[in-house]
């Protein structure tokens, strides 16, 4: 589904990704893991067109993505959440379902009147609809992440790309939202997840990619992964991982 | 009604124009300093139709208002890279520019023995369809509140639509609206080209109840102005700009409270807005309130009264 060819990118003079290649299949949920800095946001801006590849290729369903804008590239079927919530804060919870349907999913608009059910489906089932006519900056941080991810629904997206999903949240909420997310896999929703809690990350994804420095230093299996030497090394220095 | 009164109103209908044409582009986050130079574009447009070509009233505003929406399009290309206070600059370079073409611009006919038409620094005398026509300045100001009207419904409408919702949404979170499918540069220019038509009817109508236009009037100062109206009133609904218009000329300047001092007083109440609403007297937040109270009041409108009500 997704093929990331040696992709490289430099922020004046320092490089930020580093020949990166990762494939990622339909139906997988993908782990991508490193320390600080270590590039996952960067590719994840690289994959959605915020910021072009100084070299390689992206493609995504056979599609050649370098050189288009990101709405181009959402409408080939990403969406993504961010590392600090984006959400409109001027708007209701349910205007941003609104703006998420009309700004990128002609589908939807198409719909009409059953898009506007559906919309209240989604926010349902991510327990929000009690919330539907709250101003969103009023929402507490997981309502935000929640509201954050069932939006990127809306497009009914191929790929959905989550950054940091459970970033600043209790252990109970983040085992919900490991719930939600479990629950769009289990729909066959393909993903990428970038995210500091392995245990999340474990019981998630099937697939690990490890970036350090911009370069992928590990990329096999969850159990794999979390035993390779070089990423032990990365997160706990050469000392401790002996 | 008094001729006072009359003249007031008039020049906040008028001035509401080149308000809400600021407004537009505040919604999509974007700062014009810029929006008088369509006002004066349409101004001398409009009153070259009708003074010199011999053109309708009507016929006159429609190519007034045209020209300068093509003019809005013609900006939004160069200025489509730039944000923030880069666009804002960008929009005040435009604007400086075509108030000092409008100092050079001679274009002048001989009607009935009289020389008719912009003539540089001096300005554009004789625009006097309004006069020659017989409408009377009570007529007039009705002409400038159906119109305004008309506007304010436009764009009530369209705040009900997709074209609406994606204005909002670029103006709190540019990026996010990207990342949701929104093409940045069509909705950008299509704000342009809107606000420019809007200021282009203020102007059209300007110039024909003021009978003279020069291009002193299209200062900087009435950029700012124009801007600090929306700021003031709020952004939350095209209501706005008419109070902070109506505050300002309809309070300050005619009621002579502060002769002398008017522009101490709006740059003041300018100040407490921007520290204790920053986003006006009726802001997204205001009007969220108002929104809820009639939602409980009315539970039956609850679909119609939401801007997500079905295309």
Redesign the interface.
């Known amino acids: 589904m997704l093929q990331i060819d040696s992709v490289s990118r430099s922020f004046a003079g320092v490089v930020a990704l580093r020949d990166v290649s990762l494939t990622v299949a339909q139906g997988e949920v993908v782990g991508l893991i490193g320390p600080n800095g270590s590039g996952k946001t960067t590719l994840f801006n690289v994959i ?1 067109g ?1 910021f072009p590849a100084d070299h390689g290729r992206i493609r995504f369903n056979g599609r050649e993505l370098s050189g288009l ?3 181009q590239i ?2 080939c079927g990403l ?2 959440t ?1 590392q600090t919530p ?7 919870v ?2 941003n379902m ?3 349907a ?4 002609p589908l939807v ?1 198409r719909l ?2 059953c ?2 059910s559906r919309l209240d489906d989604l926010l349902r089932e991510c327990g929000l609809d009690g919330r539907a ?1 709250d ?1 969103a900056k009023n929402l507490t941080l997981p309502e935000q992440r929640r509201l954050e991810l069932v ?1 990127t629904l809306v ?1 009914d997206p191929k790929l959905i790309l989550l950054d940091e999903p459970a970033g600043g949240m209790t252990p109970a909420e983040t085992k919900d939202k490991a719930t939600l997310i479990r629950d769009l896999a289990a729909k066959g929703r393909t993903c990428i997840i970038i995210e500091h809690k392995i245990d999340m990350i474990s019981s998630l994804c099937q697939r690990i990619c490890v970036l350090n420095f911009g370069k992928v230093i590990a990329d096999g299996t969850t159990v794999d992964v979390l035993r390779d030497e070089a990423v032990l090394e990365a997160y706990l220095g050469p000392q401790e991982a002996g | 009604m008094d001729d006072h009164l009359i003249q007031v109103l008039s020049n906040i209908g008028m001035i509401t124009f080149i308000a809400l044409s600021a407004y537009v582009l505040l919604l999509t986050g974007e700062i014009s300093f810029g929006q008088q130079a369509f006002f004066a574009i349409s101004a001398y447009a409009s009153g070259i139709a009708t003074a010199m070509w011999g053109w309708s009233f009507w016929l006159g505003l429609l190519w007034g208002a045209g020209v300068a929406g093509f003019a809005a399009f013609l900006l939004a290309w160069p200025t489509l890279r730039m944000r923030g206070l880069y666009f804002a600059i960008g929009t005040l370079a435009f604007a400086e520019m075509v108030r000092l073409i409008f100092e050079v611009f001679h274009y002048q006919i001989e009607i009935d023995g009289e020389m008719v038409g912009p003539n540089g620094s001096e300005g554009f005398r004789g625009i006097r369809y309004i006069f020659e026509n017989n409408i009377s300045e009570f007529q007039y100001m009705m002409i400038i509140y159906a119109l305004l009207a008309s506007v304010l419904v436009f764009l009530f409408a369209i705040e009900r639509t ?1 074209v609406g ?2 204005f ?2 670029l103006g ?2 540019e ?10 540069t069509y909705y950008k220019v299509m704000a342009t080209v809107i606000a420019g038509l809007i200021a282009g009817i203020g102007g059209a109508l300007f110039a024909h109840m003021n009978t003279y236009v020069e291009p002193k009037i299209f200062n900087v100062m009435l950029g700012v102005h124009s801007l600090a109206y929306g700021l003031i009133g709020g952004l939350g609904t095209a209501l706005g700009p008419l109070i902070g218009v109506s505050l300002d000329i309809g309070l300050l300047e005619s009621t002579r409270m502060f002769t002398g001092y008017r522009m101490v007083v709006f740059g003041g109440l300018v100040a407490i807005l921007l520290i204790f609403r920053p ?1 006006g007297l009726l802001d ?2 205001a009007v ?1 309130a108002i929104r ?1 109270a009639w ?1 409980r009041k009315t539970p039956s409108t609850r679909q119609q009264s ?3 009500a ?2």
């Not at chain 1, 984006?86 to 209701?92: A, S």
């Not at chain 1, 009309?102 to 999913?105: I, Q």
């Not at chain 2, 990026?175 to 940045?184: D, F, I």
């Open positions: 959605t915020l804008r990101p709405d959402v409408a969406a993504r961010f984006r959400i409109l804060h001027r708007m209701t349910r205007e609104v703006c998420a009309y700004a990128g999913s608009q009409g009147s898009a506007q006519h101003l939006r497009a | 997709r919702a994606i909002r949404m709190e979170d990026l996010l609206a990207e990342m949701q499918g929104v093409n940045r986003r997204e937040e969220h809820s939602r939401e801007i997500d079905p295309d």
